[in-house]
């Protein structure tokens, strides 16, 4: 179903970051054939300028995949009111298979996107562009993600006919037993939350021992429990928050959050958790490149910055997620 | 305080905004087209949203399942005999048989949709008489009362009259009265209606008892009303068996498909944009050189220029995009998307006068900035480094 404005437009965009990716490819591959440090020649010169452009062109082509990220679950939601069956995006994108894909390929290319700004970041806070190399490595290997990214989305736009019925979220993250679609249930509701409270306290307490005085393993030991709490946060916002959202038992949907019916709660929640999971890696990431010359300094600033970031963002997050939970055992519910 | 990198980008900002100023002519005529470009794509998002929701307000009132006898792919008549035997699937409330059918009117050239149909046994039927701006629905038992839409007197020429009458098929007269007249806020489904009891339809029309053109089944519980349909399809083979949300479903892919289309139309628009875009921001003036120069031997660096142009780009297309939504936004509702109307809402010669008012959700203002502001920025991104790795000593005669 191409001809539909949300289609286009989200073909557009894909279209215009494989643009802006293919132009910073053809400098990597450049700079990774004739960049010499200490030359003065005329190619040198002109390399050290080209990747300014690389550089902002992933800058753009990250923001655009953000926005591209929003638009798509959103154009999930409008297209659910043209599949018969399904009542909101979760139903839209299981209406074939490469709707989910799409989507995780999309939130795992933020991730890397930002690290990838990061390098780059740490790279020209130097004076010998010490990462260079690594850099645009780094950037063609980031290309076939971007062409899986827009094959995934163009095969789900295409796949999708507006008369196939698919299941609805009642059903797919539903209570009842059902078929292969249960997704997300099996789940006990008390011990996830257990988990989750559990998660949030052994991160803080990590963070804070980190705060204390800075060891590799243990910005290692957090990067890997944030890449763990932002699988579990998924899942607990799909299974336990957003039916408090909602305030209806058998709404689980991690979609329909983002909508002004709730007054665009997801955005704030979402925001937050990838903000926060981006923060808490990051450190580790970046202490990867943190022997390399005139880079110690930096990468040390940096790793204490995203750390009070990350758990700053981890308080903001908790927050948010328990905030209806404890209105509603509180209050005792809606109004 | 300002964090020392938010203020630097601030003090960009500043500099991007009077550079823009200084050029004002160049910024002014990108700032127009643009904002022109995202009129188009805003009014045609915008009318779409509102006929979209338009339908779905008006298709809340519709029978929750339509049942239709379909012979040789075509659709006739279908025997009343048939509720007898929908009367034994649990869950239906009332089964109201109906004939809707067009008059063609050959003294004045004018279609009338006529609709009979026993009011009294719709549910809810109090609900009915609020439509109307004057009178009472036709009783079952009131032969020849009739309920006319807003045209229909205009068309008639009726003046205070309040009879008329109307050709049967083997030409001979049946006269009218008409009892009430619908409230002009109903228009548009309204405009064109004459609505009449059953008997009367059928008199007009010549059809043989025990026919009507469709059965409306009303069902009380709507997650029921799939389960309902699919027995009614069991039940009677040969009938086409149509619910609300599936018509609701086929509106919105048809307004879906249309705006789609409009919008490939547009894309034209927007390519011709983004290469005007991109001819102004490559095209440097010497001065422009000179001034990019001085600020590199002042100590800026390339990066620093780029972000000037950054923002540039977003002052440029945030104004263009608020006074391009603002106009469609006025387009819309004011002047009913005078441009755009014939393409959204087929191609009939009578149409109804229409009150468009789109509810435009944050979802809709990204569309739209992902149609126009993506590819604006993404055009002017490499002029813009060009720009910035001019080499100061060239620029400057040296």
Known sequence: MFLNPWSLALSLCSLVVLLLGAIAGRTAVRVLRFWEPGSDSNRQIRLENEIWLSSTLVAYGLGFQIITLILFVLAADQFCQVIVGAMCATGALLANPFGMPALLIKLVGVFFYGFWILLHQLDIRSEHYPLVRIKYLALLLLLPLLVLDVTLQTLYIAGIKPDIITSCCAVVFGEDIGRTANLMTGYSQQGLLATFIGSIVVLGLLGGGLLQRWRSWLAKLYAAGWLWFFGLALVMITTVVSSYVYAMPFHKCPFCLLKPEYHYFGFALYGTLIAAAFCGTSPAFAGLVRGRKGLSAIVARYQRLALILSLLLLVIFSGLSFYHYLKYLISGGEG | ?398
């Not at chain 2, 008059?103 to 046994?121: C, K, P, Q």
């Not at chain 2, 391009?324 to 819309?332: F, L, S, W």
């Not at chain 2, 789109?358 to 990204?366: C, F, K, S, T, V």
Request: glycine share 6%.
């Open chain 2, 1 to 398: 305080m300002i964090p020392k990198n938010i203020e630097k980008q601030l003090n960009i900002l500043d500099y991007a905004l009077s550079s823009l100023w200084r050029r004002r002519l160049k910024s002014l005529s990108v700032l127009l087209v643009f904002a022109a470009v995202i009129f188009l794509l805003a009014s045609f998002q915008m009318v779409t949203q509102a006929l979209t929701a338009k339908a779905k307000q008006l298709l809340v009132h519709t029978p929750e399942i339509t049942l239709q006898q379909m012979s040789a792919g075509r659709q006739e008549a279908i025997a009343l005999t048939y509720s007898h035997q929908l009367a034994e699937i649990f869950g239906i409330r009332k089964v109201v048989p109906r004939i809707w059918g067009y008059y063609f009117d050959e003294v004045r050239l004018a279609n009338y949709t006529i609709i009979g149909m026993d009011l009294s046994e719709i549910p809810g039927n109090a609900l009915l008489d609020t439509t109307l701006l004057s009178g009472t629905m036709p009783e079952k038992a009131e032969q020849g009362k009739v309920v006319v839409g807003q045209s229909i007197t205009k068309s008639l020429e009726l003046g205070g009259r309040l009879t008329f009458s109307l050709f049967r098929p083997d030409l001979s007269l049946k006269s009218f009265e008409i009892s009430g007249e619908f409230a002009p806020d109903t228009d548009i489904l309204s405009h064109d209606l004459i609505v009449m009891n059953l008997a009367d339809a059928r008199d007009l029309f010549s059809i043989p008892t025990g026919l009507a053109t469709d059965l409306c089944v009303y069902v009380t519980n709507p997650q029921e009303i799939e389960t309902i349909a699919k027995k009614i399809s069991a039940a009677l083979p040969g009938v086409r068996v149509l619910t609300r949300p599936q018509i609701q479903k086929t509106y919105q892919v048809v307004f879906g498909w249309r705006s789609g289309f409009g919008s490939i139309c547009l894309l034209a628009a927007l390519a011709a944009f983004a290469i005007l875009a991109w001819d102004k921001a490559s095209g440097l003036s010497p001065e422009e050189k000179r001034e990019i120069a001085i600020l590199k031997v002042l100590g800026w660096e390339t990066g620093d220029i780029l972000a000037v142009r950054f923002w540039e780009s977003v002052s440029v297309s945030g104004l263009a995009c608020l006074v391009g939504i603002t106009a469609a936004y006025i387009h819309v509702v004011y002047f009913a998307a005078s441009l755009f109307r014939p393409v959204l809402m087929g191609w009939s010669v009578l149409r109804p006068e229409l009150q468009l008012l789109p509810r435009l959700a944050a979802g809709d203002i990204l569309l739209i900035l992902a149609f126009t502001v993506i590819p604006y920025l993404a055009a002017t991104v490499i002029p813009a480094w060009r720009n910035a790795t001019v080499p100061a000593d060239a620029a400057l005669g040296g």
